[in-house]
Nanobody
Framework: VQLQASGGGLVRPGESLRLSCVASGFTLEYYALGWFRRAPGKEREGVSCISTSDGSKYYEDSVKGRFTISSDAAKNTVYLQMNNLKPEDTAKYYC?????????????????WGQGTQVTVSS
């Protein structure tokens, strides 16, 4: 079971990025997927999550209206579209998966983790 995250980079405030997380060794069906981030000196926090069973989605308050999570079963991939990026979004972003109908923003509920991709927002 592997998760491969990509799509990070250096952008200016107000710009956009799309993160991708490709799953291998398992199919996303019946899994909950989450995006998490960790900024230097801060705790890991849940950003967004999605259930591949019913499509339910949740977002951390600071990213609501700016970030959108989605999944593509054919590509076994989960995306995080990040618009209107702010300097406080700077962090390493990780995708994670757990076999569950219920998505969660709690990192301890996830079993599988990708390696992370760096997002830096700076003028």
């Amino acid at each position: 079971v592997q998760l491969q995250a990509s799509g990070g980079g250096l952008v200016r405030p107000g710009e956009s990025l799309r993160l991708s997380c490709v799953a291998s060794g398992f199919t996303l069906e019946y899994y909950a997927l989450g995006w998490f981030r960790r900024a230097p000196g801060k705790e890991r926090e849940g950003v967004s999550c999605i259930s591949t069973s019913d499509g339910s989605k949740y977002y951390e308050d600071s990213v609501k209206g700016r970030f959108t999570i989605s999944s593509d079963a054919a590509k076994n991939t989960v995306y995080l579209q990040m618009n209107n990026l702010k300097p406080e979004d700077t962090a390493k972003y990780y995708c994670a998966a757990v076999r569950s109908y219920y998505p969660s923003l709690n990192f301890w509920e996830y079993d599988y983790w990708g390696q992370g991709t760096q997002v830096t927002v700076s003028s």
